[in-house]
């Protein structure tokens, strides 16, 4: 008989998240999340550190959406998303371990 801890993660399960939008106040990035929160969609806020060529950092805020396991569900929501949002092209989908 094979036993099976629930707690265990599968091992091959991939998840996928969408990289919305990114904001350059942390403010406006949380208005945004909260504005998704009110329409059922579950998101947070990650803090980004951009450097340019003269080496000069800047800190900047990504939206993204949080895990889901199905990436067709996922891209359904980016695009419901991108006409009620206005958000641009740009919206990528990404695997997460």
Do not use: C
């Given at each position: 008989?094979?036993?099976y801890e629930?707690?265990?993660?599968?091992?091959?399960s991939?998840?996928?998240?969408?990289?919305?939008?990114?904001?350059r106040t942390q403010?406006?990035?949380?208005q945004?999340?909260?504005?998704l929160g009110?329409?059922?969609?579950k998101?947070?806020v990650?803090?980004r550190?951009s450097?340019?060529s003269?080496k000069?950092?800047?800190?900047?805020?990504?939206?993204?959406?949080?895990?889901?396991?199905?990436r067709?569900?996922?891209?359904s929501?980016v695009?419901?998303?991108?006409?009620?949002?206005h958000?641009g092209?740009d919206v990528?989908i990404?695997?997460?371990?």
């Amino acid at each position: 008989m094979q036993r099976y801890e629930q707690n265990e993660p599968k091992e091959n399960s991939v998840h996928y998240v969408a990289l919305l939008a990114g904001y350059r106040t942390q403010r406006s990035a949380q208005q945004f999340v909260q504005r998704l929160g009110k329409k059922g969609i579950k998101a947070e806020v990650k803090t980004r550190v951009s450097t340019n060529s003269k080496k000069s950092s800047r800190s900047w805020y990504q939206v993204t959406t949080q895990r889901h396991d199905n990436r067709q569900e996922l891209l359904s929501l980016v695009e419901q998303l991108k006409d009620q949002e206005h958000l641009g092209d740009d919206v990528r989908i990404v695997e997460v371990a």
